[in-house]
Nanobody
Framework: QAQLVESGGGLVQAGGSLTLSCATS????????IGWFRRAPGKEREGVAC????????YYGDSVKGRFTISRDNAKNTVYLQMNNLLPGDSADYYC???????????????????????WGQGTQVTVSS
């Protein structure tokens, strides 16, 4: 059974940094794209970043480009989200999710569509104070 577990959330001041981790188990990471999503109270879920584990190709949402970096360590079955220059608007629950890249519905051009992702973690909270 595939499992994704997020960690690394917390409270940070604006301008600070956090690194989130997504530890995966029960899936062959090379076959999946791992995405980070976030949801703030009263807002829609937003795709933050995505990485294809097999070739390292990355995708980013416009609001985080240049500030966030997604990476993976296939040996540890873990994907990271390095978040720098955090803003109060980055406050949200952050989730990682896995999408099988061999599935017909997968498309890198719509990586931000949560419907493509089959497995989800429970989330980790990030709060950025001003």
């Amino acid at each position: 059974q595939a499992q994704l577990v997020e960690s690394g959330g917390g409270l940070v001041q604006a301008g600070g940094s956090l690194t989130l981790s997504c530890a995966t188990s029960g899936l062959t990471l090379d076959h999946f794209a791992i995405g980070w999503f976030r949801r703030a109270p009263g807002k829609e879920r937003e795709g933050v970043a995505c990485i294809r584990s097999s070739n390292g190709r990355t995708y980013y949402g416009d609001s985080v480009k240049g500030r966030f970096t997604i990476s993976r360590d296939n040996a540890k079955n873990t994907v990271y989200l390095q978040m720098n220059n955090l803003l109060p608007g980055d406050s949200a629950d952050y989730y990682c999710a896995a999408a099988l890249v061999f599935a017909p519905e997968w498309s890198g051009s719509t990586w931000y569509d949560g419907a493509q992702y089959s497995y989800w973690g429970q989330g980790t909270q990030v709060t950025v104070s001003s």
